[in-house]
């Protein structure tokens, strides 16, 4: 990324973006992976997403973490006029407790955001699905039930819940891929975006894409993103000349499949803008990367004890390739970009 943008800032919204955005950012985002129990069994996704080794939590755990980083971030130095608590599992949706947590989050004034395979029935969906302010339902096409998920979509659209539907493009099941994208275009009032893959090396740096041909990447170019409606537009990745406040837009997938996503050396407001839970336990400042060691332990540790971060970090990767980590403000502090 050797160009003369300086400045790093990812909104969901377009139009929403100015130049003071740059400058502070009232809202925390808060990566919370339960549990890694799940329905499916992805060939693209890690043992560690999916195979049980940790349990859903007791819910008074839960509980005093969310109360602990409501007060701790809404108050000075932080500041946050708003935390959005994004549910990873597994799939999180299996958790017995989770209602009651959608309940908490909601009456603290807080949002909902959910990552899921849809696979609760639409009469959950139609009973719970008014706590969420936005949902992403993956379509992962070796397992999914593409008008299951496309039923459950236009139930939450219809609720008023920002919903959308992410294909998982996967190489060797291109042409499904393919197939329930017309499939969504026809059957569902849900936008829809392609989803590139990633792999990750055993030295924690990022590349290695699954193979994608030139003709596929070109595909996933020319339709990131199908728009329903006017129910939400795209994530875009905004970079800015600190000196010329110029502002250049990007969408976020293409800049994720195209490499528009080097930072290292730069400052990086992760842990401040954004927070990783680990369904370990640990509290970290990245999600896929690990600048410094975990804060604590939420499922160990009395949280009241957790010494929240006050700096940013330096980046030393080479790429982020993780959605949560890019919604971290970053900026470049001298010219090693590489």
């Not at 130095?77 to 407790?97: A, C, H, Q, R, S």
């Not at 537009?233 to 990007?250: A, D, G, H, P, V």
Request: net charge negative; charged share 25%; with cysteine.
């Amino acid at each position: 990324m050797k160009n003369i943008y300086d400045q790093f800032l990812y909104k969901d919204i377009k139009a929403s973006v100015t130049n003071e955005d740059f400058e502070t950012s009232d809202v925390l985002r808060v990566c919370f992976q339960l549990g890694n129990i799940c329905t499916y069994d992805c060939s693209y996704c890690g043992d560690g997403n999916k195979n049980g080794t940790h349990k859903w939590p007791e819910f008074s755990i839960v509980e005093n973490l969310v109360l602990e980083i409501d007060r701790i971030y809404k108050a000075a130095p932080y500041n946050k006029k708003e935390i959005i608590f994004e549910y990873l599992g597994g799939e999180v949706t299996l958790w017995k407790d989770f209602e009651k947590l959608l309940i908490l989050v909601y009456e603290l004034g807080n949002k909902s955001w959910l990552i899921t395979n849809g696979i609760r029935s639409l009469r959950w969906w139609e009973e719970y699905g008014k706590y969420f302010d936005l949902i992403t339902l993956s379509a992962h096409l070796e397992f999914c039930d593409i008008e299951h998920l496309c039923d459950v979509g236009n139930i939450l659209i219809n609720n008023n819940v920002l919903a959308y539907i992410g294909v998982l493009m996967y190489p060797p099941k291109w042409n499904e891929c393919l197939a329930a994208i017309e499939y969504i275009k026809e059957n569902s009032k849900c936008s829809c975006f392609t989803k590139t893959l990633v792999k990750t090396t055993d030295d924690d740096t990022f590349g290695n894409e699954w193979g994608y041909t030139n003709e596929e990447l070109d595909y996933i170019k020319k339709n990131t993103i199908i728009i329903k409606g006017s129910i939400k537009e795209n994530e875009f990745l905004f970079w800015r000349n600190s000196k010329t406040r110029e502002i250049q837009i990007r969408d976020s997938e293409i800049g994720l499949a195209f490499r528009e996503n080097n930072f290292y050396n730069w400052k990086c407001y992760a842990g401040i803008d954004t927070l990783y839970l680990e369904n370990n336990g640990d509290v970290r400042v990245g999600a896929m990367c690990r600048p410094v060691p975990p804060l604590g332990n939420w499922k160990k540790d009395d949280v009241s004890t957790i010494k929240w971060p006050f700096e940013p970090v330096i980046c030393k990767y080479l790429q982020c390739n993780c959605g949560h980590d890019l919604r971290a403000r970053k900026f470049k502090i001298n010219d090693i970009t590489v």
